[in-house]
T-cell receptor, first 115, second 113 residues
Framework: GAVVSQHPSRVICKSGTSVKIECRSLDFQATTMFWYRQFPKQSLMLMATSNEGSKATYEQGVEKDKFLINHASLTLSTLTVTSAHPEDSSFYIC???????????FGPGTRLTVL | GESVGLHLPTLSVQEGDNSIINCAYSNSASDYFIWYKQESGKGPQFIIDIRSNMDKRQGQRVTVLLNKTVKHLSLQIAATQPGDSAVYFCAENMRGGADGLTFGKGTHLIIQP
């Protein structure tokens, strides 16, 4: 299947700083990408839908000013966690929609730890 | 809101036996269902999917059954192997891959030697 990468795989930051996570579709173009968050021993929760060339759509309860999403090209979406706090520590996973195969492909995830 | 849920959080089976993981969904408008496998520290891995116009679909060692009447989804894994140990999630949406997915709570499948 198609490959989606994330960078970095792990990041540790201090409280109050901002962290950027990249999601790339390596062998297909994705007009739509999705960002999920997963706390330990819990399920994945959809945070937002990232649309190439337009504003992201956020799920209820997700602060758009805290989780900035930029989908500047057909192969790259970025999620920036601004003014991170310990409660933002989580596993952030992106997926990209391959419209040709009508399938979502998931990235390997990014483990964020905020001290 | 509506959600997808699971009956059992942990399932332990003997290596070589068949396993069945269940999932109940509440959104009757859901059209597309997927099972994912997630190993520790990794992203979800696609196993098999099924659309609402089907009630059964088979893959390699896996079968998904969909009962729309009772809004129930199951994943059957035949002849389980140690590598099948993982957390399994069902997920659903209304527009196939084009929409974000609603995930169930997950079942931790443990394969005993």
């Amino acid at each position: 299947g198609a490959v989606v990468s994330q960078h970095p795989s792990r990041v540790i930051c201090k409280s109050g700083t901002s962290v950027k996570i990249e999601c790339r579709s390596l062998d297909f173009q994705a007009t739509t990408m999705f960002w999920y968050r997963q706390f330990p021993k819990q399920s994945l929760m959809l945070m937002a839908t990232s649309n190439e060339g337009s504003k992201a759509t956020y799920e209820q309860g997700v602060e758009k000013d805290k989780f900035l999403i930029n989908h500047a090209s057909l192969t790259l979406s970025t999620l920036t966690v601004t003014s991170a706090h310990p409660e933002d520590s989580s596993f952030y996973i992106c997926s990209a929609w391959d419209s040709l195969n009508n399938e979502q492909f998931f990235g390997p995830g990014t483990r964020l730890t905020v001290l | 809101g509506e959600s997808v849920g699971l009956h059992l959080p942990t399932l332990s089976v003997q290596e070589g036996d068949n396993s069945i993981i269940n999932c109940a969904y509440s959104n009757s408008a859901s059209d597309y269902f997927i099972w994912y496998k997630q190993e520790s520290g990794k992203g979800p891995q696609f196993i098999i999917d099924i659309r609402s116009n089907m009630d059964k679909r088979q893959g390699q060692r896996v079968t998904v059954l969909l009962n729309k009447t009772v809004k129930h989804l199951s994943l059957q894994i035949a002849a389980t192997q140690p590598g099948d140990s993982a957390v399994y999630f069902c997920a659903e949406n209304m527009r196939g891959g084009a929409d974000g997915l609603t995930f169930g709570k997950g079942t931790h499948l443990i394969i005993q030697p």
